[in-house]
Nanobody
């Protein structure tokens, strides 16, 4: 079992920045990928960014050059630095871990005002 707790969401003006954190606990040794997904009202949940155990990363085209995913292995925490935020980035952001099964955090709201 893996437990994920997100933090760092909030309200920001367009062009601003936020940093999301995801603290993982439990059985961490088998985690192969950790990532961030988001879901806007009326839309499907979509991948934003992910980081593999090798350190390689993937990003959605819509956030490339603006968002950066990183991790601190000592703190068992994954971060999502979000810069140049746009109103269309408004969504609930979920942390995800794959360790044989998919694990999800409770979500954190990000609202970008125009």
């Amino acid at each position: 079992q893996v437990q994920l707790v997100e933090s760092g969401g909030g309200l920001v003006q367009a062009g601003g920045s936020l940093r999301l954190s995801c603290a993982a606990s439990g059985s961490l040794s088998r985690i192969s990928v950790m990532g961030w997904y988001r879901q806007a009202p009326g839309k499907q949940r979509e991948l934003v960014a992910r980081i593999f155990s090798s350190g390689s990363t993937n990003y959605a085209d819509s956030v490339k050059g603006r968002f950066t995913i990183s991790r601190d292995n000592a703190k068992n925490t994954v971060y999502l630095q979000m810069n140049s935020l746009k109103p269309e980035d408004t969504a609930v952001y979920y942390c995800n871990a794959i360790s044989g099964a998919y694990y999800w955090g409770q979500g954190t709201q990000v609202t970008v005002s125009s």
